[in-house]
């Protein structure tokens, strides 16, 4: 069986004596205009769901 705090045990062991977790480097998100397809936030297509059931 496994240990079923192991995510927990694991997080204690990253942060330390001190806390916290050591830093990350993230690269920033894109622009969507640099994705294909281009992403559909709903700007145009969300439909209310009252409008919807008419």
Partial sequence: MTDQF??????????????????????????????TPLPDHGEESWVAAAASKA
């Fill in 6 to 35: 192991a995510a927990d045990k694991a997080a204690r062991e990253l942060a330390g004596e001190e806390g916290g977790f050591p830093t990350q480097e993230q690269a920033p998100p894109g622009l969507t205009t640099d994705m």
